[in-house]
């Protein structure tokens, strides 16, 4: 069976998203909502990022080597690190991102044309991916691990209503910048 390995531009661009997503957690708005606090970062703007230039998988690996970092306890999370980290109920949403990465990637790759209509479609997808994520883990966390019971309108308003006119502006903000970063970097390649 044949190995493929990753080149050293593969590895070092994994390196930089990873550090650019862990830096767009300290770009934050913080919603005071209860029983727990969210936060609208620019991390979500970053892993598309990383999906558009990666693709599906090395865009969900530089996502993974974040988290992996975070929950070593190295604080670059929104509020901090550790493992304890994966019993916040909001955890879900940067699994989330793993997913949305690989979501987009994925279909960004297949796309035929890097149209702008195109990769905002395959951001919007990864979205969903991130926000369904975040929902359930949400709803699990806190009704089963924690024992501070939410109902599902709770987890709606707080995990998607609040943040998913940001998330789509960061989608918008994201397509429009690969549509002109992609040919850019393929003439390099």
Aim: glycine fraction near 10%.
């Amino acid at each position: 069976m044949r190995q493929k390995t990753l080149s050293i531009e593969q590895i070092v661009l994994c390196g930089m998203f990873a550090a650019l997503v862990a830096t767009g957690a300290f770009i934050k708005i913080s919603i005071p909502v209860q029983p727990f606090p969210m936060h609208f970062t620019l991390q979500f703007f970053f892993v598309l990022l990383a999906a558009f230039v990666l693709g599906g998988k090395l865009g969900s690996a530089s996502v993974l080597a974040y988290l992996v970092i975070g929950l070593v306890g190295v604080p670059v999370f929104a509020a901090g690190g550790g493992p304890a980290y994966l019993v916040r109920p909001t955890f879900g949403f940067l699994l989330g991102f793993a997913g949305a990465a690989y979501t987009t990637g994925t279909l960004s790759e297949r796309l035929h044309r890097h149209t702008f209509l195109n990769l905002l479609a395959a951001a919007f997808a990864g979205m969903m991916v991130m926000y369904l994520s975040g929902m359930l883990y949400f709803y699990f966390i806190s009704n089963y691990v924690i024992s501070m019971p939410v109902t599902w309108g709770i987890v709606l308003v707080n995990c998607f209503l609040l943040t998913v006119g940001g998330d789509f502006l960061l989608c918008v903000l994201a397509s429009a910048l690969a549509v002109r970063l992609l040919p850019i970097l393929q003439k390099i390649r």
